[in-house]
């Protein structure tokens, strides 16, 4: 787990604008749903045969007996909001949260114990035009972040009839190799095999490879509809790559899956994954509902942006208020609110804890503001505060405090400052 830093702050800012305005625009609303959530809940959702379920939720139990779980993904806890709030009577959501998640997994690049998500839903349509819309959407936002190193990967899994089937294939597969296989796929096997296609195992690589392959088992329903979606993200200019090996590793997934993956961030290279979990919502006992979505790693694309050069940076103030006197201090600190109030998300820092005038022309200096407002009781005496701009070669001018803020208005746009 990790601390975010104010110097590294801006590129989660930008991030959370860039997507916050493309979720906005493609009209889906934010939810918010628990940190904690009861255990059942993922068993049931993500699968007990899951690495999440078995090795990396942090889980315990409360005063009371129940057994409680920090979430490690957010999809099963909005389709638990969804059922317990009532939202689904005929409805068509487009929801999305964000926030912390937990997994007791092997940090590695863009990967901590704490991470953060988006996850991004969209409930009770069931063609693959919202897939493919979902797709384009990550596709504008890598456009929009100036992130160029990330790749899209594409499956179908078919319904559960279909994987029921490809189950069969796959564990009279395996046991004519069981011997080959490592303690945790031998365990898996006769629970769920197709999670034996998720192992990281080097050593299955050869083995897994040789597996039946998924697409040769998919129901014609799911054929039509993958071929639907990928005619329409061909008509878009969306490049994918098809991969049958991607199943995901999470049990609610049906029919398509995607991920977004990237060369730039290890041996972990998903960035954004996703796809259809039609069968969750009625598995935890709502009505059926079809439903499509993904999930984006804070942490990982973060890390791409500032490979890619595009972090935004922490915008510095505007003004920086010096002051020095002791009538000239507790004047500029009001002077400080009425200009908040005259120019609203502009920043102005006020120098705080004293220092002579060289000592405070240094702090702002550093704070990165345009201009510095000056007061000492000399000036106070006459009604009149001095301005100085701190990004140019200029000189210190004079204004009475009655007309600062439309002055201090106007030579901001004279510096071409602006508060976007």
Same mark, same amino acid.
């Given at each position: 787990m990790n601390d975010v830093l104010p110097a590294e702050i801006g590129a989660w800012q930008h991030l959370e604008r860039v997507l916050g305005g493309l979720l906005h625009d493609y009209g889906y609303e934010e939810l918010r749903v628990p940190v904690v959530e009861h255990t059942e809940l993922f068993k049931r959702s993500i699968g007990e045969y899951t690495d999440i379920v078995e090795k990396e939720m942090y889980t315990f139990e409360d005063s009371g007996g129940d057994s409680l779980t920090l979430r490690p993904e957010a999809t099963a806890g909005i389709a638990r909001a969804a059922i317990s709030n009532g939202l689904l009577r005929g409805a068509r959501l487009k929801l999305w949260t964000a926030g912390p998640m937990f997994r007791h997994e092997r940090p590695q690049a863009g990967r901590f114990r704490q991470f953060h998500q988006f996850s991004v839903e969209a409930i009770g349509f069931p063609g693959p035009d919202v897939d493919a819309e979902l797709i384009a959407l990550g596709a504008r936002l890598w456009q929009r972040l100036g992130v160029t190193r990330v790749r899209l990967v594409l499956n179908s899994l078919g319904t559960s009839a279909a994987r029921a089937q490809y189950r069969g294939a796959l564990q009279t597969y395996f046991q004519a190799h069981e011997a080959a296989l490592d303690a945790d796929s031998r365990r898996r096997?006769?629970?769920?095999?197709?999670?034996?296609?998720?192992?990281?195992?080097?050593?299955?690589?050869?083995?897994?490879?040789?597996?039946?392959?998924?697409?040769?088992?998919?129901?014609?329903?799911?054929?039509?509809?993958?071929?639907?979606?990928?005619?329409?993200?061909?008509?878009?200019?969306?490049?994918?790559?098809?991969?049958?090996?991607?199943?995901?590793?999470?049990?609610?997934?049906?029919?398509?899956?995607?991920?977004?993956?990237?060369?730039?961030?290890?041996?972990?290279?998903?960035?954004?994954?996703?796809?259809?979990?039609?069968?969750?919502?009625?598995?935890?006992?709502?009505?059926?509902?079809?439903?499509?979505?993904?999930?984006?790693?804070?942490?990982?694309?973060?890390?791409?942006?500032?490979?890619?050069?595009?972090?935004?940076?922490?915008? $510095?103030?505007?003004?920086?208020?010096?002051?020095?006197?002791?009538?000239?201090?507790?004047?500029?600190?009001?002077?400080?609110?009425?200009?908040?109030?005259?120019?609203?998300?502009?920043?102005?820092?006020?120098?705080?804890?004293?220092?002579?005038? =060289?000592?405070?022309?240094?702090?702002?200096?550093?704070?990165?503001?345009?201009?510095?407002?000056?007061?000492?009781?000399?000036?106070?005496?006459?009604?009149?505060?001095?301005?100085?701009?701190?990004?140019?070669?200029?000189?210190?001018?004079?204004? $009475?405090? $009655?007309?600062? $803020?439309?002055?201090?208005? =106007?030579?901001?746009?004279?510096?071409?400052?602006?508060?976007?």
């Amino acid at each position: 787990m990790n601390d975010v830093l104010p110097a590294e702050i801006g590129a989660w800012q930008h991030l959370e604008r860039v997507l916050g305005g493309l979720l906005h625009d493609y009209g889906y609303e934010e939810l918010r749903v628990p940190v904690v959530e009861h255990t059942e809940l993922f068993k049931r959702s993500i699968g007990e045969y899951t690495d999440i379920v078995e090795k990396e939720m942090y889980t315990f139990e409360d005063s009371g007996g129940d057994s409680l779980t920090l979430r490690p993904e957010a999809t099963a806890g909005i389709a638990r909001a969804a059922i317990s709030n009532g939202l689904l009577r005929g409805a068509r959501l487009k929801l999305w949260t964000a926030g912390p998640m937990f997994r007791h997994e092997r940090p590695q690049a863009g990967r901590f114990r704490q991470f953060h998500q988006f996850s991004v839903e969209a409930i009770g349509f069931p063609g693959p035009d919202v897939d493919a819309e979902l797709i384009a959407l990550g596709a504008r936002l890598w456009q929009r972040l100036g992130v160029t190193r990330v790749r899209l990967v594409l499956n179908s899994l078919g319904t559960s009839a279909a994987r029921a089937q490809y189950r069969g294939a796959l564990q009279t597969y395996f046991q004519a190799h069981e011997a080959a296989l490592d303690a945790d796929s031998r365990r898996r096997l006769q629970g769920n095999p197709l999670r034996i296609l998720d192992s990281k195992n080097p050593a299955l690589r050869a083995l897994i490879e040789g597996a039946p392959v998924l697409t040769d088992y998919l129901d014609e329903e799911s054929r039509q509809h993958f071929a639907a979606l990928r005619t329409m993200l061909d008509g878009l200019g969306v490049t994918y790559t098809i991969n049958p090996r991607l199943v995901r590793g999470l049990d609610y997934y049906s029919r398509t899956v995607f991920e977004w993956i990237s060369d730039a961030l290890g041996a972990q290279d998903a960035v954004c994954s996703g796809g259809r979990y039609d069968g969750l919502i009625s598995q935890l006992g709502g009505e059926a509902t079809p439903a499509v979505g993904f999930a984006l790693g804070i942490e990982r694309v973060v890390e791409l942006i500032r490979q890619a050069g595009t972090a935004g940076q922490s915008r $510095p103030p505007a003004v920086y208020v010096i002051a020095n006197g002791a009538l000239a201090e507790p004047r500029a600190l009001q002077l400080a609110e009425q200009l908040r109030e005259a120019l609203p998300g502009q920043g102005v820092q006020m120098n705080l804890g004293g220092g002579s005038f =060289k000592t405070q022309f240094r702090r702002a200096d550093r704070s990165g503001a345009c201009l510095a407002l000056i007061l000492g009781d000399a000036e106070l005496d006459r009604g009149m505060v001095a301005l100085k701009p701190l990004r140019r070669e200029a000189g210190q001018s004079e204004c $009475p405090l $009655p007309d600062l $803020p439309a002055r201090v208005q =106007k030579m901001l746009q004279e510096e071409s400052w602006t508060s976007t």
